[in-house]
């Protein structure tokens, strides 16, 4: 566990990280995610799938209007904004714990804070090459907070990973400050299954613990490991058989610092991580 955080939002819902792990459950309403596409694009099903992830102890409902599995190609922000809006606002109607939503686009940030969002997941850690600045500036104008993921394209590195994944960091906190983005609003994740061989995403998660601390400042840290390729390559396992070895890798992040393990199979890697803290804090 990392910095304590607090997160009051408007409509009285909050989030308290570094108490212990909470639980992001994936919400996609994608028809080609890598891993459950086409399986909640209705907003019933949709609706459903949210309710059951909070009894199954979810803390946040991320949802995806598209998907970012190996190869895809982007869709611009208007046709994502109107795939997004009819579910999201259904789900931010009934949902009883904070929504955030996956994109990397400005526009789409906007209207999904517009419609009350309370936090954005950005795969390309404010730094998406088509608008530069573009979403620090919507994060910081909504005051919300926002998962920085490190990513790149192409998965070779000169020298040590993991301090090329701190300078990917470093230029991301130099675009939160130029937007005025509060460094207290960044939560950090070490883009599993993005820009990396999967012998490299088992080497990250090894060493996650260095990606923690900057300027003497220690940043909560998400995972998201879940159904990952890196597990097919580990254990040669297609991706609906891979649930406990997804709770093995959250387990161990849970131990090298993560403060929310983003997860497709909430239940028992919700019960697992409850016991992680239990075992840590005993």
């Given at each position: 566990m990392t910095a304590e955080r607090t997160y009051r939002f408007r409509d009285g819902k909050s989030l308290t990280l570094g108490k212990r792990t909470l639980i992001m459950g994936i919400l996609n309403v994608t028809p080609d995610s890598f891993s459950d596409g086409g399986r909640w694009n209705t907003v019933d099903r949709a609706l459903r799938h949210m309710e059951e992830m909070v009894r199954d102890g979810a803390d946040i409902i991320d949802v995806g209007a598209e998907s970012s599995r190996p190869g895809f190609v982007p869709m611009g922000a208007a046709e994502e904004t109107e795939r997004l809006l009819p579910f999201l606002e259904v789900v931010l109607r009934e949902c009883p714990v904070p929504v955030?939503?996956?994109?990397?686009k400005a526009e789409t940030a906007r209207a999904a804070l517009s419609a009350g969002t309370h936090m954005l997941n950005d795969i390309w850690g404010l730094q998406y090459a088509e608008e530069p600045g573009a979403m620090a500036h919507a994060a910081a104008e909504a005051n919300a907070p926002v998962v920085v993921m490190h990513n790149q394209n192409g998965t070779s590195y000169d020298g040590d990973i993991?301090?090329?994944m701190r300078d990917f960091f470093g230029r991301s906190f130099a675009a939160a400050d130029a937007a005025g983005l509060a460094r207290d609003n960044i939560i950090l994740d070490p883009g599993i299954g993005f820009g990396k061989t999967p012998a490299a995403n088992m080497h990250v998660m090894r060493r996650?613990?260095?990606?923690?601390?900057y300027g003497g400042e220690d940043y909560p840290v998400l995972l998201g490991p879940s159904r990952k390729s890196f597990i097919g390559a580990a254990l040669d396992l297609p991706v609906e058989e891979r649930t406990e070895a997804t709770g093995a890798a959250c387990v161990l992040g849970v131990t090298r610092g993560a403060s929310i393990v983003r997860v497709h199979d909430v239940k028992p890697i919700a019960r697992m991580c409850r016991m992680t803290d239990a075992i840590l804090r005993a």
């Open positions: 955030s939503v996956d994109t990397f993991i301090a090329a996650m613990g260095e990606l923690v601390s």
